[in-house]
């Protein structure tokens, strides 16, 4: 059996951009990555929404063929989050927090999704990662996303896990966090130490880097004139990275390679509209014509 | 004839770091560019310096193969600077200034220096560069510095010697402050509508971005796990780019590829100690070594 599990938030977002505003947004770490792997392969998707949630955002992530099994209703409202982004992207304000149906989320993963070969722990709460990842049988690669909330409030659960991780996929600031390390590298470094098997640490614009015991990959991010709105983007990255992987089951340092490639592509498209619209329009001609661009921008 | 002439500062650098502190280091742009340019071609150092200048530097520069027949020495102190470095190492304070025999610069370029075919001129007052670069018969390659004072106090100097240049090399901030632009690629587009025929923008620990009117290429710097002291990082990284085109005579798209990654590698070199000091042992096949190893880090 091939596929991906995903399990974390499935919401609706307000956001305020230097440019813009829009309201009512389907996001979610789940839905963003859910919705950028299944460009290369099918996704099971565990998460919870309220009674509110639309029909047609199920047909919306049905018709990309996720798998919507997974995804409990329940009586009360849908997660929703309100940010604003400055004028510098790279910082937002969480202005409201609503986690409505989502605060008694205990996901439960069923008798087939367990077989699952990928799973992606999207960010939230390290306990439940850790009894989440319980349930799978024997996955052959678990990425794993967190915040700097979790590491400042639950080190010792998302240590624990740290092991069952390849890749654990963080931002420079939380992989400094967690390692205790002013240098990227040298955190991350610390962070293989621990056991995490492959670290990759997001650097938005300026692209990704990749640390195994035995390499270092290095790629910069598609240069944009406009990023529209960063939500959704480093699942989406991560989504590109997973859905690679299934759909070539290459998990060697090359595959992962070209699976980052294959995210940074996805992350430069979601960025370019506010949270996930502008995959909905996205076709896999378009992917591969970025990534070719992707070759001839990094090639020398 | 071949080779290289550079106009700059040479001085001598008091430095502190949140690691150490060292005095009487032999800096300056012009420096920090000829010693890394020497590693691949002749260069011919155009500066002045005071009566203090020590015969063992004078005899340092010469033994890397650098023609000292442009350096003029006049009555008084050569250029002091003292600058102290935040815990992030992208921030400094200037502590001290002292101009001393530079602040009567006036670069005068001899006969057969004016007939070489490339041309870096590093950070002084946009209009002496202007007035260098008048000096020389028909360079092919004109590569330029300057920093955020001279855009805010020379704007039209130096717009005016845009046209001139290829590649003008900036980092992110200055960028955007030359264009007025919030986005750095919209910058460095709005940069080369202006005439500039190739624009480079330094990224410190992110690496650099090329604009051509054609094409873009982006690649990392190469990870460390300690940055010692960045002083004189970007002169060396144009040193070991205008060194390669120089030994190569490739002014193409890919040949200028290639330089970028050339003076990436001199510039992760030169950050290992204070000042210039790693460059003093650094052999060629160190460098060669560590080009390998960049290839490593980002085929994919």
Known sequence: MS????????????IVTPTGRADDVLGGSATHFAVAASFFAPVHLIAVVGADFPQAERDYLASRGIDLAGLETRPGKTFRWTGRYHEDLNVRDTL???????????PRVDAATRKLPFVYLGNIAPALQSGVLDQFDAPKLVACDTITHWIETARPELEAILPRLDPLVLNDEETRLLARERNTVRAARRILERGVKRMLVKRGEYGAIL???????AVPAYPLEEVFDPTGAGDSFAGGLVG???ATGDLSEVGLRRGIVYGSVIASFIVEDFGG????SLTRDDVERRYKRFVALTEF
Chains 1, 2 share one sequence.
């Open 3 to 14: 596929g991906i599990a995903v399990i974390g938030s499935v919401a609706f977002d307000d």
């Open 96 to 106: 409201r927090l609503d986690l409505n149906v989502f605060a008694e989320f205990q």
């Open 211 to 217: 640390f195994s015991p035995e390499s270092v990959f």
């Open 244 to 246: 690679y992987l299934a």
């Open 277 to 280: 619209r502008r995959l909905r």
